[in-house]
């Protein structure tokens, strides 16, 4: 279990890992043991699958309140200062390695969709 804790689910998992080492204690059965840990691997894979949909949610606001700051949500990134998209993405490396593939067509479609809600009359 990582050290850092995402949710209250997270904390909820550890205690039931803290049990499992009581049991221990008590010299209960080896096939026990084994029950719990394979139990405890079809919840990591679970638990890793919403962690990384936080983290993408994270990621792409992050990229949009990079975007809001320093770029005009009206121009599309082709028009837009280099250095500036070139440091959002340098930002979005930084804080996201995992999706540093992403960072330019994140901000290239953030941008796009400003556009879009502008034209259909939705003010930003």
Do not use: W
Not at 10 to 37: F, P
Not at 94 to 115: D, G, M, N, V
Request: charged letters at 40%; one cysteine or more.
């Amino acid at each position: 279990s990582p050290a850092h804790s995402y949710s209250s689910y997270e904390s909820g998992k550890n205690e039931s890992v803290d049990r499992g080492a009581e049991d221990l204690s008590l010299n209960r059965g080896e096939e026990d043991e084994d029950d719990h840990d394979d139990h405890d691997d079809s919840e990591k894979v679970n638990e890793t699958d919403g962690v990384e949909a936080e983290r993408l949610k994270a990621f792409n606001m992050f990229v949009r309140l990079f975007v809001d700051e320093n770029l005009d949500r009206m121009v599309p990134i082709s028009k837009q200062p280099k250095e500036k998209i070139q440091a959002i993405i340098d930002s979005c490396r930084r804080q996201f390695p995992e999706y540093q593939e992403r960072a330019r067509k994140r901000i290239r479609t953030y941008l796009k969709s400003c556009r879009r809600m502008k034209r259909s009359g939705f003010e930003m």
